[in-house]
């Protein structure tokens, strides 16, 4: 083979090197070199109904599989609206690089045609970002570009193309040897921090292991069980961790914070020790920051330096992957125990015992009312054994899918944590079956975020990606309507979606799907059995639901986790202080 | 409060809006900033002078963008810290004699002398150049061109006597 090629066979040639076997986009001007090549590669392209559907399929397959997805766009409006995607797998640490056209290089600051400065746009929406000037650089960008994306913490990075770079000629070497001697991100955490981890752990009497997106990153789960298990550990999997430990395990607490489980979010409140592995102290975790937590001690182990200590001091800070560091903290403990169980604490253990007796979560759903979600979500669970990928929109049927679905593996929740992105279900559920086609993908949408990016079902059916969607049909954005409820004296601005609701059948069938509804708590089961037996065709499935359910347990956004609130009755004093965070 | 640090990066396209960009983003004032050559012609020295009360943030912050190679606090004391302006006063006949002695004491060099004014430079530690501004405020600064701050370490020599530092 000539080494002489088009700097778009060079990033083709890079990209099957890499492994990359599906890309996500949508083709323009700037771009349309690199979709020449495509065509004769073994990779394949889906073509996505917007750029913004492209990247969170990208996410939602990075998600499914642990491997790097890859988006790709035009110059100008396609890269703009990559931006969004690219924010949120920032926000929650997923490996995505996002190839851009751009216009020539001779072009560029001279407002060319669909012109935009791509590179400073993305540049704070992105873990690394790339202008490729010379097309004799492709080799070494590509290989760096998937090198930061899926190391370290992982993130997003851009690579941005001018179509000039793209039609040049180069030669074709491979990538020289990666040389960011800035770039060294720990893996192992230092020897004697572990250790000091270990003694405080042994001292505790109190503990919970508060865990985050980190360890699903890292591929840490099973060191996580065993780690827990070893050291008798509770474990608080935060909304991003959601399947790093199994929930059936008698160790597990499930969610924290603002629609967490009371024992979760109250178990933390007491602890003495929190032994925290790859999680952030988010907001929507510690409520109030000066309230959380406040007798606990802290370990803090993250492979981003920066997050420790960003929002509470740190006691132990162990700098790693997880995965690594759990596997040294397990050692450690091993040595110090000797064969001996780990200290006995009968008591925690029975605290924690009664909280989950006296605050489960729960729900009743009357046979002649209204659906609600969390009975869907239910018995979704139950028909599937539990053995489906799980995808979210923003919103109340979040919070309910997160609540209510017991997860047993990771990689098996995706949703959009850090930056709540509505209309992220459907392309990540389509990212995510084409990543993983064997498994049943169940989107629980909301039907705001369905009506934002629904034209990806067009995709799916076109491409053959069979990914499910429940579309929780309650006639609101409803989250917001509950915080109306809650804090605006129940004046619901802008929050119904009833003046016009679309028939979600027919628009199903208009996409190339099949469409199907449950109006009563009757049709649920026939509706999830009926959408379970279809598999050459994804499924819309219309479940119409209580317009007025409250996602309950519930912190007051800046409000002390030490006041959960479990239902209506408890209600702060519409007079009292109002929230100012933003949903 | 002011901090002064000293950021070795890669000299790289952009890299000085990458700095900026993230300053911007996270909430960090920059009070003042320097950017040139190092050494090493692969990297770039930013000298950044920021106001907060505690830099552990900025600096975490400044060593996640991948062309951060070092990032250095200098604590007050430990550096040598220089500035650079040049400062047009006012300076009518009557005048003149009295601001010359005042620039004599701080040797600031005249480099421009017009029919009212007078314009000096002055180079050296920023104490020194703000009390020099405060002392020649009075007559009226027409026009004043100020860079920010560079900074070097001390290097730490105690030829075998323990305490005794030199400076550079
Ligand atoms: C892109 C975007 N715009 C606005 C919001 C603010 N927001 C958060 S939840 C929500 C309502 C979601 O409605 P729906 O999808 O119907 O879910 P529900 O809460 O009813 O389950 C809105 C508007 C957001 N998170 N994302
Ligand atoms: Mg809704």
């Not at chain 2, 400044?62 to 190679?69: D, E, G, I, N, S």
């Not at chain 2, 029919?115 to 600064?141: C, S």
């Amino acid at each position: 083979m000539s080494n002489t090629m088009t700097g778009a066979q060079a990033l083709i040639h890079a990209l099957e090197s890499q492994g990359v076997d599906i890309v996500f986009g949508v083709p323009g001007g700037a771009i349309l070199p690199a979709y020449d090549p495509l065509l004769d590669s073994p990779i394949r392209h889906v073509l996505a109904r917007h750029e913004q559907g492209a990247g969170h399929m990208a996410s939602g397959y990075a998600h499914a599989t642990g491997r790097v997805g890859v988006m790709v766009a035009t110059s100008g409006p396609g890269a703009t609206n990559l931006i969004t995607p690219l924010q949120d797998c920032y926000m929650d640490s997923i490996p995505v690089v996002a190839i851009t056209g751009q216009v020539a290089t001779h072009s560029i600051g001279n407002d060319a045609f669909q012109e935009a400065h791509t590179w400073g746009i993305s540049m704070p929406a992105t873990k690394h970002n790339y202008l490729v000037t010379d097309a004799a650089d492709i080799p070494e960008v590509v290989n760096e570009a998937f090198h930061l994306a899926s190391t370290g913490r992982p993130g997003p990075v851009l690579i941005d193309l001018p179509k000039d770079v793209l039609a040049a000629t180069m030669n074709w070497h491979d990538p020289k040897e990666i040389k960011l001697p800035g770039y060294r991100p720990s893996v192992k955490g230092h020897p004697l921090q572990v250790k000091a981890a270990i003694d405080m752990i042994l001292e505790s009497e109190q503990p919970v292991l508060y865990t985050g997106g980190g360890v699903i990153r890292a591929g840490g789960a099973a060191e996580l069980r065993a780690f827990a298990e070893l050291a008798d550990l509770p474990v608080v999997t935060t909304l991003m961790a959601r399947g790093a430990m199994p929930d059936s395990h008698p160790l597990c607490l499930g969610m924290s914070g603002m629609h967490g489980s009371y024992t979760a979010t109250t178990a933390i409140q007491r602890s003495d020790l929190l032994v925290t592995i790859g999680a952030r102290f988010d907001d929507r975790v510690t409520g109030e920051v000066k309230s959380f937590a406040p007798d606990a001690k802290i370990i803090h182990v993250d492979v981003d330096p920066a997050e420790i200590g960003k929002v509470r001091k740190a006691d132990v800070p162990i700098v790693g992957d997880a995965k690594a560091i759990l596997g040294q903290l397990i050692e450690v403990m091993e040595k110090k125990l000797g064969g001996k169980r780990s200290p006995e604490r009968t008591d925690w253990h029975e605290q924690i015992a009664e909280w989950q007796r006296d605050y489960p979560l729960k729900f009743d759903q009357d046979p002649e009312g209204p659906i609600q979600q969390q009975y869907v979500i239910s018995e979704l669970h139950r028909l599937t054994g539990g053995d489906a990928i799980v995808v979210a929109g923003v919103g109340q049927h979040q919070m309910w899918a997160s609540q209510f679905w017991g997860f047993e593996r990771p990689n098996t929740w995706i949703n959009s944590g850090g930056l709540g992105t509505m209309g992220y279900a459907v392309p990540a559920a389509v990212g995510a079956k084409a990543g993983k086609p064997d498994e049943v993908v169940f989107a629980i949408d909301g039907d705001g975020c369905f009506q934002m990016t629904m034209q990806e079902l067009i995709t799916a059916s076109v491409e053959g990606i069979p990914a499910k969607i429940a579309v929780m049909n309650n006639g609101s954005l409803g989250m917001v309507k509950q915080w109306q409820k809650l804090f605006y004296h129940e004046r619901f601005s802008a929050t119904d979606l009833t003046n016009h609701t679309p028939d979600y059948v027919k628009l199903a069938e208009a996409m190339g799907c099949v469409g199907i509804r449950a109006e009563r708590p009757a049709d649920v089961v026939p509706a999830l059995e009926k959408a379970l037996a279809i598999n050459d065709k994804p499924v819309v499935v219309d479940f119409v639901c209580d317009p007025d359910a409250m996602v309950f347990p519930m912190v007051v956004a800046g409000g002390s986790n030490d006041d959960v609130i479990m239902s209506m009755t408890d209600l702060p004093d519409p007079a009292g202080p109002q929230p100012e965070d933003v949903i | 409060m002011n901090h002064v640090i000293n950021v070795q990066v890669e000299n790289k396209p952009g890299v000085l809006a990458r700095v900026a960009s993230m300053f911007a983003g996270r909430g960090f004032n920059i009070h003042s900033l320097a950017v040139g050559p190092t050494a090493d012609p692969a990297m770039s020295r930013m000298t950044v002078v920021v106001d907060g009360p505690e830099m552990e943030q900025v600096i975490k912050q400044l060593y996640k963008l991948v062309h951060t190679v070092k990032v250095t606090e200098l604590t007050p004391g430990q550096g040598i810290e220089r500035e650079i302006m040049m400062v047009r006063v006012n300076a009518e006949a009557d005048k003149r004699a009295e601001i010359l002695e005042a620039a004599a004491i701080f040797k600031a060099k005249t480099v421009d002398v017009g029919l009212a004014t007078l314009t000096f430079e002055l180079a050296g530690d920023p104490g020194a150049l703000a009390d020099f501004l405060e002392l020649m405020r009075p007559y009226g600064i027409v026009d004043l061109a100020k860079s920010g701050r560079v900074a070097i370490s001390r290097d730490i020599k105690t030829n075998g006597k323990k305490g005794r530092l030199r400076s550079a």
